[in-house]
């Protein structure tokens, strides 16, 4: 459990070092992360056994939606970033509960310019068996994208426990922790981005 | 309330969209094949940058116990290089 916090918010004038969240959940995030680093690492690897259809094909991606989604990912963040920040200061919680929402509702934008995204490609004839191209981008960002919704499923019910009139330490932790995998969402995407839209 | 916004997160937010800005400029704008390969390991590498950024300000870890951050600090190393060496071995 957290036991300190950082000195921009309680001016103690010493630094001290704090885990944010729970300490086992950090198992599970760097977990994650080195499973998306496999996944990246196979996407490569295929790549270079085939790499102008893998840039023919991806010439069919929509980038723009690519990096708006970017975009929005770190705004939600962000949001994320300043819900926890008022949270920590007993008279700021109601502001608390209103980032929290709009990081939700900016982070929720994701889903839907995905699921615009799959819809055209789908339609314009591009699927999970097309090539191999579109196994690993089908693949990558519809894991990916349970993230995304398992993050914000994540934030929902956290935003809901700490809207309570007291917010017990354990309760800030999760939240903390509900953060910290908001962000490895976000992080997770700032790979996959450029490399399955860009790198070429 | 400068407490909740002002703060080197938001600096970072800022740099963040700056440098997805400027990768996707420059992965939109080049040719392919080995015409692109600076621009696809520069893009590589500033992807690494970004998600170094994000662990240290949005996740805390520039707080965080060593161990931790120096956890973090070589997944960036080590997703680099991968990335970088499996991009180039083709």
Known sequence: MSTTRDTEDVSTGTTSRHVPGEPGLWVLLFGDMALFTFLFTFYLHDRGQNPRLFAESQEHLHRTIGVINTLVLLTSSIFVVFALRALRNEHMRQLATRLAVAAIAIGACFIVLKLFEYYELVTAGMTLTSNDFYMWYFAITALHLGHVVLGLLTLTVLTRLVRSAKTAATHMAFFEGGACFWHVVDLLWIVIFPLLYLVR | ?90
């Not at chain 2, 390991?41 to 170094?52: D, E, G, P, S, Y």
């Not at chain 2, 116990?65 to 190393?77: K, N, S, T």
């Open chain 2, 1 to 90: 309330m400068s407490a909740v916004f002002l703060t080197r997160a938001s600096a970072a937010w800022l740099l963040l969209a700056a440098l997805t800005l400027s990768s996707w400029v420059l992965g939109t704008s080049q040719g392919s094949g080995d015409g692109h390969a600076v621009a696809s390991l520069t893009i590589i590498c500033v992807a690494a940058f970004k998600i170094r950024l994000v662990g240290l300000y949005f996740m805390e870890l520039r707080d965080a116990p060593g161990v931790l951050r120096w956890i973090f600090e070589g997944y960036c190393v080590v997703l680099t290089t991968l990335l970088g060496v499996m991009y180039l071995v083709h």
